[in-house]
T-cell receptor, first 117, second 116 residues
Framework: ETGVTQTPRHLVMGMTNKKSLKCEQH?????MYWYKQSAKKPLELMFV???????ENNSVPSRFSPECPNSSHLFLHLHTLQPEDSALYLC????????????????FGAGSRLTVL | AQKITQTQPGMFVQEKEAVTLDCTYD???????LFWYKQPSSGEMIFLIY??????QNATEGRYSLNFQKARKSANLVISASQLGDSAMYFC?????????????FGKGTRLSVIA
């Protein structure tokens, strides 16, 4: 257990479905992230939230909609996805502010493996 | 241009031997951080080791050490006394700028297989 929990671990959905991925961190961190990991590609940063405010949206299609109701929870709402969106979606958290050289050490969850049919 | 380059898609190492995983990076910032993560088949990314751009000594964490060569912009991971449980994907990552400013950028990874 890393302190970052993602649910569900596996999700299969059709292109017309609406589903959500959930991430919860118990580390007292103030930043949360969504990354997408596709086969044979580097991890792609999707969204960043610092203190519940979205600070980065890395040109992600609008069919992915993030929500961060508080600094411990992060959601990724999915609707009308495409088969190429099938991937492992990783949530991470970090402590952004502070002089520690360990700042921005991301702690990851185990991921949600999404398959779009 | 890629920020992080890992040129070895796959590596094999004999159990109890040492192995070096290569990583080169590209940045014009003077302040940056370099990270290595391990991803076993379970999917979770596990933080291994960190090196700051101003750190004069190479970072070490147990069996992991980072061979930091600033002029060559390389940050190779050395795993000593390999164990079967070290078999996994290994990712090099970089944070540009001062701590806390920017998220991490990752390389494509190297798959390490430890042979008994």
């Amino acid at each position: 257990e890393t302190g970052v929990t993602q649910t569900p671990r596996h999700l299969v959905m059709g292109m017309t479905n609406k589903k959500s991925l959930k991430c919860e961190q118990h580390l007292g961190h103030n930043a949360m992230y969504w990354y997408k990991q596709s086969a044979k590609k580097p991890l792609e940063l999707m969204f960043v939230y610092n203190f519940k405010e979205q600070t980065e949206n890395n040109s992600v299609p609008s069919r992915f909609s993030p929500e961060c109701p508080n600094s411990s929870h992060l959601f990724l709402h999915l609707h009308t996805l495409q088969p190429e969106d099938s991937a492992l979606y990783l949530c991470a958290s970090s402590q952004v502010k502070g002089a520690s050289t360990r700042a921005n050490v991301l702690t990851f969850g185990a991921g949600s493996r999404l398959t779009v049919l | 241009a890629q920020k992080i380059t890992q040129t070895q898609p796959g590596m094999f190492v004999q159990e109890k031997e040492a192995v070096t995983l290569d990583c080169t990076y590209d940045t014009s910032d003077q302040s940056y951080g370099l990270f290595w993560y391990k991803q076993p088949s379970s999917g979770e990314m596990i933080f291994l080791i960190y090196q700051g751009s101003y750190d004069e000594q190479n970072a070490t964490e147990g069996r992991y050490s980072l061979n930091f060569q600033k002029a060559r912009k390389s940050a190779n991971l050395v795993i000593s006394a390999s164990q079967l449980g070290d078999s996994a994907m290994y990712f090099c990552a970089m944070r540009e700028g001062r701590p806390g400013n920017t998220p991490l950028v990752f390389g494509k990874g190297t798959r390490l297989s430890v042979i008994a």
